[in-house]
């Protein structure tokens, strides 16, 4: 597709249930980016892969949130045994990083969580 | 490292009147620096960003930013405030190898 493109855009679940947020990233794009945004807060990092590179998992807030992605494409953040402080927004930006990167990301519209 | 502030969480001014939202940044080698916008229900759209070449650079619908670098800083701006400005806008810095973002300025218009 022309950009990038997340799904669900919504997704209500059940405290305890895991829930997959997909991203699929401009074609070519080497580097995926994984953020999180809560209500009233900035853009919280959460992964980062680029390439056949291990991912950057820094970001991640607990052993509950995982992240794969195959092929060098399409990514899942995985999300088990939710709790209410994860809903927010997850939002999935993806990069062109050839030699003359500037580290313009492009993003999706998000995936937006709530967990009752 | 590099850092990234915006002053003010929120900013609010009137219709016509000039928006500015100020960025600061700190980076160990040369920035690339970018302005974001986020309206409501939507995701990050880039406004305009300053690579190299000429320290003020235009953006779409009407925006402006001027990298000064004395002052580390990336502040934008638009001549005219309109009802469609208003949304969230991040700045951010990058050094080729990542993007950090600033925590957003929500901007208020006022009729």
């Known amino acids: 597709g022309a950009g990038v493109s997340q799904s669900p855009s919504n997704k209500v679940t059940e405290k305890g249930k895991d829930v997959e947020l997909r991203c699929d990233p401009i074609s070519g794009h080497t580097a995926l980016y994984w953020y999180r945004q809560s209500l009233g807060q900035g853009l919280e990092f959460l992964i980062y892969?680029?390439?056949?590179?291990?991912?950057?998992k820094s970001g991640l807030p607990s052993d509950r949130f995982s992240a794969e992605r195959t092929g060098g494409s399409v990514s899942t953040l995985t999300i088990q045994r939710t709790q209410q402080e994860d809903s927010a927004v997850y939002l999935c930006?993806?990069?062109?990083?050839?030699?003359?990167?500037?580290?313009?990301?492009?993003f999706g519209e998000g995936s937006r969580l709530t967990v009752l | 490292a590099q850092s990234v502030t915006q002053l003010g969480s929120h900013v609010s001014v009137s219709e016509g009147a000039l928006v500015l939202l100020r960025c600061n940044y700190s980076s160990s080698v040369p920035p690339y620096l970018f302005w974001y916008v986020q309206y409501p229900n939507q995701g990050l759209q880039l406004l305009l960003k300053?690579?190299?070449?000429?320290?003020l650079v235009k953006g779409i619908n009407g925006f402006e930013a001027e990298f000064k670098k004395s002052e580390t800083s990336f502040h934008l701006t638009k001549p005219s405030a309109h009802m469609s400005d208003a949304a969230e806008y991040f700045c951010a810095v990058s050094d080729g190898d990542g993007l950090t973002f600033g925590k957003g300025t929500h901007l208020i218009i006022q009729p």
């Open positions: 892969f680029q390439g056949n590179s291990a991912p950057d």
């Open positions: 300053y690579t190299t070449g000429a320290t």
């Open positions: 930006a993806s990069s062109l990083m050839d030699l003359q990167n500037t580290g313009e990301l492009f």
